[in-house]
Each structure stands twice: as C-alpha cells, then as structure tokens.
C-alpha cells in the first residue's frame, strides 16, 4: 500500500485525489494546499489528514509518495524538497515554463531522476495507446504522418493563463509528449499561433495554433490546438502510413443514437473535459506510478520527457513569434522509442 500525500488542491489535485482514494493498492494520507479551505474540502472527502504548510508533507514519515498539482511555478521546489526528502514524486506537466529552472532541477536532484515521473496522462489513454501498439505491431506499416486535434471547450480564467507560460509550454506540451511518444527524436518545429478570442488580444500569447514537428525518421505530426470549441472537449488523434490508418475519434458518454423526423444518427455531447475524458488515463497513471515505486523502477515519462517536452514549447514559441522552422537537438537520452 503506496501512501500518498497530494500538494495542490484545485482542478488537477482533486482528479488525482479521487483516483488515489479508489486505487486498491494506495492511500491518501495528507493533502497540502495554502490557501482557504481547498486541502480541508478534498482531503474531507476521503477521510485523509490536510494542511495548509506545504513543509509538513514533506517532514512527514507516513508518507512514501507525492503528488504535485499546485502551480506550475512551484513545481521545481516542491520536486526538490520531496526528492531530498526521501519520497517519491507524480509532477503535473509542465516541469516548469523555464529550461534554466529545469535544469537546475535536475542538477538538485542528481542520482535521483528516477524517483520523478511527469504526469503526460494521456500515454495512459487506453485509445492512443492501443494506436501505438498497433502501429509498433506493423498493422498500417511505416509510421508516416501523425495528427492530434486536441481543442478545449473554453479558455481557462484570466488569472490562471497569465501564469500559464504561453498556449505551447501549458496545452500543446501534451501534445508534444504524444509525438514524442509516438515518434520519437524530433528534430525540427514549426508552428503558427492565432490569435481569435478577443480576449487574447494584447496578452501576448494565442489561443489557437497549428504546429508541424520533423521527427529523425523523416515522419511528420501535425498538431492542431484550440482553447476554445463550440461541440465540446475535442480529443483526436490519427495515425498513418502505408498499409493503412488508425484513429481515435471522441468518446461519447453513451453509444446510443438518436434518429428523429429532423435528425438522424444524432449521438450525445463528447465527453465533458480532461477529468472525464482521461479519467481510465489518470487511473492507469496512477497505477504506473505506484509499480515503479513499489518495483524501485523508473518511471516514464520521466523528468527528462518532461525537459525534452519542453524544448519543443520553446521552440515552437520561437517558430509562432518569428515564423522560422527550429532545429532542435537530441533532447534527452531517455527519448521514447519510435514506432516503426
Ligand atoms: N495533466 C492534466 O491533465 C492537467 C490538467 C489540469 C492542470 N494540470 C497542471 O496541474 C497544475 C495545476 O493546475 P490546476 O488547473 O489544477 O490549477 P488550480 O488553480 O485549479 O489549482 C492549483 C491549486 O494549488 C494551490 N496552490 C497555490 N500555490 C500553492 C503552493 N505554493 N503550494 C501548494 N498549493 C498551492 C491553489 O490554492 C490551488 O488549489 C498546473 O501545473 C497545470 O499545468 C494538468
């Protein structure tokens, strides 16, 4: 029984609370957040201890493993502090919004990388990672082109985007994850922001983007992002090649259709947004996690997907805001293998 302490008690921190108190083989033992009641309101809800001093979680000999879902900057401290104090840790992406603060990372915590995994859910998806075994099995030859279309209903608050270090390194990371995973070492970037929500006017950042990424075996992703979209929470993902393709389309809470005198093979809304959409994914996450600790393995993804992730935010920032392609190097010695 892996017990488990969770730092961050919002959107992300309640979903992994959740998932902890229905896994069979761990505990929620304390939950951690500094401001109002939000440690006391999750940590109430599965019967576990809460805090508002962060310092305590780390200080405490009941708990063997962390969960961080506060800000992303405070990620880096909270890595450290858990690390140095014995206890493994599941970090939400991104690792933080600066290379400099993630290198300095990984230099505090050196010799012990593999006691942090990055929490790139949906490698856990049950539908994209069915898509890469078959695509690792040969089913559709070669792996040519790859797309992902991942579109939110609508844009997170104000506050929490002015912190967010730019749609690349806080929604596409993700979906450079995914490439990665699929594709392996990605040597050029390309990317083109748009700016369509008034609301993103003057913020300096985008809330739409196309991004194109050259993987070394000369296959292509195409990544297609938006904060807003009007049918809902749009996950898609489409793999290509010679022999032929695979995709996974939107999950639908029900696959019962509706066929009327105006509409026919009328299906239900998508799935609401990342809670329902990957909660198996957080699920087997989680479980991932818990092996590895339990195993004394290393967990992937790990920090260094985590840094190699965030090279390529870097550079399609770079290749929205000048509209050069990036050449970027071998990011990582743990870099996913690509399916062929
Ligand atoms: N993997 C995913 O699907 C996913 C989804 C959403 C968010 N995230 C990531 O999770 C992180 C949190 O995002 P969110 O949407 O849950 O944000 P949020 O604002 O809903 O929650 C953050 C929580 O952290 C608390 N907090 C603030 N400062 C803190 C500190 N110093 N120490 C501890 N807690 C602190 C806040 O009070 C709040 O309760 C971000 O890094 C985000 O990128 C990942």
């Known amino acids: 029984m892996l017990k488990i302490a969770i730092i961050g008690a919002g959107r992300i921190g309640a979903v992994h609370a959740k998932t902890v108190a229905e896994h069979p083989d761990a505990q929620l033992i304390l939950v951690s957040d500094p401001f109002g009641d939000n440690a006391a309101d999750v940590a109430a809800c599965y019967g576990a201890r809460s805090t ?3 310092a305590a979680v780390f200080a405490a000999d009941d708990v063997d493993a962390v969960i961080i879902g506060s800000p992303t900057p405070t990620h880096v401290d909270h890595i450290v502090c858990a690390v140095q104090s014995g206890k ?3 970090c939400e992406k991104p690792v933080d919004l600066s ?16 006691s942090v995994m990055i929490g790139f859910n949906r490698r856990f998806d049950p539908t994209f990672a ?10 559709i030859g070669p792996l040519e082109q790859l797309t992902i279309i991942s579109r939110d209903p609508a844009a997170p608050p104000v506050a929490y985007l002015a912190d967010s270090g730019g749609i690349f390194r806080d929604m596409t990371i993700h979906d450079f994850d995914t490439a990665r995973y699929f594709l392996g070492e990605i040597v050029e970037v390309s990317a083109t922001g748009q ?40 996950q898609r993902l489409e793999a290509f090649g010679p022999l032929g393709m695979l995709e996974a389309v939107n999950q639908l809470a029900t696959s019962v259709r509706y066929s009327g005198r105006k509409q026919s093979s009328a299906d239900g809304p998508y799935l609401d947004f990342f809670l329902q959409r990957y909660a198996e994914a957080y699920r087997l996450e989680l479980g991932h996690f818990i092996e590895s ?5 290393a967990p992937s993804p790990s920090i260094l997907d985590g840094r190699a992730a965030l ?4 550079a399609a920032t770079r290749s929205a805001r000048t509209g050069e392609r990036v050449a970027v190097g071998s990011p990582s010695p743990r870099v996913a293998v690509p399916v062929r």
Not at 131 to 138: D, L, P, Q, S
Not at 293 to 297: A, L, R
């Open 52 to 54: 508002k001093d962060v």
């Open 88 to 90: 493994a840790v599941l």
């Open 99 to 114: 290379m400099k603060r993630v290198d300095e990372c990984l230099a505090a915590i050196a010799g012990k990388e593999d």
């Open 130 to 139: 069915e898509i890469r075994a078959r695509v690792a099995h040969g089913e």
């Open 195 to 234: 700016t369509l929500d008034p609301a993103f006017r003057g913020s300096g950042d985008f809330d739409a983007a196309v991004v194109t990424l050259t993987a070394a075996s000369g296959a292509v992703a195409t990544i297609i992002n938006s904060r807003h979209c009007a049918s809902g929470y749009d």
């Open 293 to 297: 600790v339990t195993h004394g393995t």
């Open 311 to 314: 090279v390529l935010s870097d």
